[in-house]
């Protein structure tokens, strides 16, 4: 059973990445069927981060009043009529409208699907559960690309209309999936809470009732912290973290890359469109390839030196990339394409899933929820801004000038870890909790 509901949560994170990666092979036939200008054509494509960004601002909210379990399957509605709209969109404002329609999804099931697995799983594969999700964006994104591929001579309505075929997957899974038993608790449904967790304990009765009083004592317990205790000076350094890795994680290029791969390649020299689809697919492997590796790796060499590694490994294919780009020549693309791999290994293996990691560890137990929620957001606003002015800024000071000043981010990405991110690794929640109370979140912890 807890795998089931592991593998339809992923379907969600599988989704996402979907409907993220989709447009970077369709964005050059659509560009053909709608002509637009670089603004517009960014704006079109950022429709699905803005939706995003409204789509957390609410999940929280009204998963806590009609439950996970509902709100994963309107998610998924929107998911299946989203992708259909977007493949018979006769114009840019109706596709623009249909991709808004997408990214809302995507906002909720992004914060709704890890909440739901983290709340159905057993605390001893509560980390794996929530990292599956991670690497399920990262496998979406990588056979969006795939789809792109194949259908290329096919054209852009078929690649969107792919996206049903997932989200009706996630909506039949989500009605045969049971709420989750802690949402059940908090409303005061002891009794369906618990026949929920003998269904998913294989019907060891003395666990359900441990974890059912585990339950009780922190859902009667402290009451919900404020929103303005997020500014206090106690959990400030919690905030600067989570939100500065956020913004490095976005303004480190990643989204460019994801969003746009294939006119990347175009602007370093490529010429044929389906070569610059397949060195795309490249990136999508590489980019999960990478995961399955930071997944090992990191409670092994813990979070600042997987920081410190990829860092400095994004920053220098960035130059790479960008001296490539301005000396090179076109006969020097296949330079570009080797460069932007590290670029994408690097990013996989530290700042992709680290902000995440540290997001869901650093902020005390009462603020957990909302210093998550404003952390979300601050991810897909950085995320929009990226990807809305990418074309904009492409066209203005060029492929060169856009990398160097993703790679500056990613130097001065170095200084922020060295004095703002703590070393988690091995920590307890409670023991960092503790050090948030002593004012020392980061001065103790090691390289
Ligand atoms: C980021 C996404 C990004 C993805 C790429 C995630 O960690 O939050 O914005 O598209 O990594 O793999």
Not at 104 to 118: F, H, N, Q, R
Not at 254 to 273: C, K, M, W
Not at 372 to 389: P, Q, R, T
Request: aromatic fraction near 10%; charged fraction near 15%; include cysteine.
């Amino acid at each position: 059973m807890i795998y089931m509901v592991a593998a339809i949560a992923a379907m969600a994170g599988f989704l996402f990445g979907f409907d993220e990666g989709v447009i970077a092979g369709a964005e050059a036939s659509l560009i053909q069927t709608f002509p637009m200008s670089p603004f517009v054509q960014g704006f079109m494509t950022a429709a699905v981060p803005l939706g995003a960004l409204v789509g957390a601002v609410f999940a929280g909210r009204i998963s806590d009043r009609y439950g996970r379990r509902k709100v994963l399957l309107v998610a998924a509605i929107i998911f299946f009529v989203g992708s259909l709209l977007a493949a018979a969109a006769q114009s840019v404002v109706e596709l623009t409208v249909a991709r808004l329609m997408l990214g809302v999804a995507i906002g909720v099931a992004g914060m709704v699907a890890p909440l739901y697995l983290s709340e159905t799983a057993d605390s001893r594969r509560r980390g794996r559960l929530v990292a599956t999700y991670q690497l399920a964006i990262t496998i979406g994104i990588v056979v969006a690309y795939f789809v792109d591929y194949i259908l290329v001579e096919v054209g852009w309505r078929a690649m969107f209309a792919c996206g049903a075929v997932p989200a009706l997957a996630l909506f039949v899974g989500a009605i045969v999936l049971p709420e989750s038993p802690r949402w059940l608790a908090l409303r005061g449904r002891l009794d369906e809470a618990r026949g929920v967790l003998l269904r998913l304990r294989e019907n060891d009765a003395a666990l359900v009732e441990a974890e059912l009083a585990n339950i009780a004592s922190v859902t009667g317990g402290a009451p919900a912290g404020r929103w303005a205790d997020l500014a206090s000076r106690r959990v400030r350094p919690a905030v600067i973290a989570a939100f500065g890795l956020y913004i490095l994680q976005q303004f480190s290029g990643i989204n460019a890359v994801i969003y746009y791969a294939p006119s990347i390649f175009l602007s370093t020299g490529f010429e044929s469109h389906s070569a610059t689809i397949l060195a795309t697919v490249g990136v999508g492997a590489v980019n999960v390839a990478m995961t399955l590796v930071a997944m090992w790796l990191i409670d092994r060499l813990g979070r600042r030196k997987l920081l410190f590694i990829g860092l400095t490994g994004t920053a220098l294919s960035l130059a790479a990339i960008a001296a490539t780009a301005a000396w090179a020549g076109p006969a020097w693309s296949f330079l570009s394409v080797i460069a932007l791999m590290f670029y994408i290994g690097a990013f996989a293996v530290s700042l992709g899933p680290v902000p995440h990691i540290i997001m869901s560890e650093v902020f005390p137990l009462a603020l957990r929820g909302r210093g998550m929620a404003l952390a979300s957001i601050a991810n897909w606003g950085c995320n929009y801004i990226v990807v809305l002015l990418f074309p904009v800024a492409l066209a203005s000071i060029g492929i060169s000038g856009v990398m160097l000043a993703f790679g500056i981010v990613c130097t001065l990405g170095l200084i922020f870890t060295l004095r703002y991110v703590p070393e988690t690794r091995g920590v307890t929640l409670e023991e960092i909790e503790r050090r948030l109370d002593e004012g020392h979140l980061v001065r103790s912890s090691a390289v």
